[in-house]
Each structure stands twice: as structure tokens, then as C-alpha cells.
């Protein structure tokens, strides 16, 4: 059994939207340390990682490890519900095989959801979050909305370099090309120890910046011939207890593996 009070519901909910977009279902992990949950789109494009750790609840017991398997468009159906100023609470007793959340605001409303079994495959291994990139940048997640609005003039795709002149965003149709640079003095931070360039679906890379629903920067990882790290931390308000400087931050991680050429695919 687990419950968990939150003063503000926009961090829960925010991380059910920004799943929403990517995979069907997935598996809650709860224990001491908070919720995660980790899962594969369907095509295995894309593999999300997010946390909302212990420190971030102004009350959170659990007694024990345990693991949720949870339908996103239903849970997303709920939490849209959810009002700005509502406090939330979450209750999950293994016997049940109910999640319950309270959202309470004018009144306290009651919705439950039945948990459900997700397929061992949606789950990725821990191992294929540990992965080292030479090169990584911080900057607006806006500007990286904008960057995908402007390549979606011309393709479906955008190249991203990483270099130490800065961030170039690409994108190249019949009728032209979008050229997008960055240099250091537009970016918040960044570490360049070997260039690194790919190429993205923007129909991806739009669903990953929905990730400004709890962040307003981003940090990018690239390599060449990997898939790019795509990161942000969030912080809660309205916390009924003061928290250490070195509390661990929530996170949503995306890694998204890069658009094979279709020339490429042909040689090989």
C-alpha cells in the first residue's frame, strides 16, 4: 500500500499529459524514494524515463516496492480534470487493483482507475538509461518549438548539431532549407568534447517539447550514431515542508533514436 498528498496536482498531471503523448501504458514504480515510470512507444522509437521523487509530496508512506500497470488515456482522461489550485490525493492498496485519486479544491471529488497488466516489452531494461554522451547543451525548450515549427516548412525531419561554435538546427525540402544557429551566448550552458550531429521525426521531437508543461529549459545530449538524450528537471511550489538544497529534483527523460536516411537503409 502506498498514499501520497500533493499541494499542487499540475505536477502529477503534467506527467500523465506529457506520457500521454508518447505511450499507451505503463508501469508505476513506487517505493521510499517516490513514483517512476519508464516504458518504450510502440515502436520502440522512444524510451521515457520520468520521476517524481519522495522529497516533492508533502506527505508520501509506502510500505514497500511496488508496481503499477496503468493505461494512459484513461489516467490522462482523469487528470485533465484536475483544476489548477487543487491539492491531490493518491491511494493504491494491492488488493483492490484500484489506484485512488483525490482532487480537492471546492469539494473533494473521487476517481479511480483499475490497474492493468502491461506487456514485459513496453518496460525497457534499467541498463538502456546508462548511456554517456560527449556533448550536451541547455537552453529554452521555446526555442526549440520554434526551431520544429520553422523545419516544418520543409520536411519531416531536422538535423541537430552539437559543436563548439554552438547548436544548429537543419531542415532541407524541394522548395529550400532552414538553417537555425545558436551560439554560446544563446545557450544557458553548454559541453562540447566531441561534435555530435543527428537527424530527428519532428512528429516526435513535437511531442517531447510538450515536456514546458513543468520545465521551461531543456538539456539536449548528442552523439553521432546514438539516440539523443532529452532532458528537464521541475521543482514544485507550495511545499508544506522546506526542502534540503541537495533534494533530488523530478525529471522526465526522453532518448529518441535518430531518422535513418532512406538512401542508407537502401545500402545497407
Known sequence: MFTATMQDSKI?????????EVIDETVIKVSKNGMEFTAFDESHICLLNALIPASMFADFKCDGAHEIGVNLEDLYKITKRFKANDALFLKYETESEKITMQAKGTGTRTFTSRVVSV?????????ELD???????????????????DSEIYADTMEIKLDASGLTTTSEGEVGEMIYNLSQDHLDAIRVAKSGTGRWSLAYLKKLVKANLLADKVTIFIADNA?????????????????????PKGHVTYYLAPRVPEDELMEE
Open 12 to 20: 502529477f498531471a503534467g506527467i500523465i499529459d506529457i506520457l500521454n
Open 131 to 149: 548511456v554517456e554522451f560527449d556533448s550536451n547543451a541547455t537552453f529554452s525548450i521555446n526555442i526549440l518549438a520554434e526551431a520544429i515549427k
Open 119 to 127: 506487456d514485459a516489452g513496453k518496460i525497457p531494461p534499467t541498463s
Open 227 to 247: 539516440p539523443m538524450k532529452f532532458h528537464v528537471e521541475f521543482e514544485t511550489t507550495g511545499q508544506a515542508k522546506l526542502l534540503p538544497a541537495d533534494a
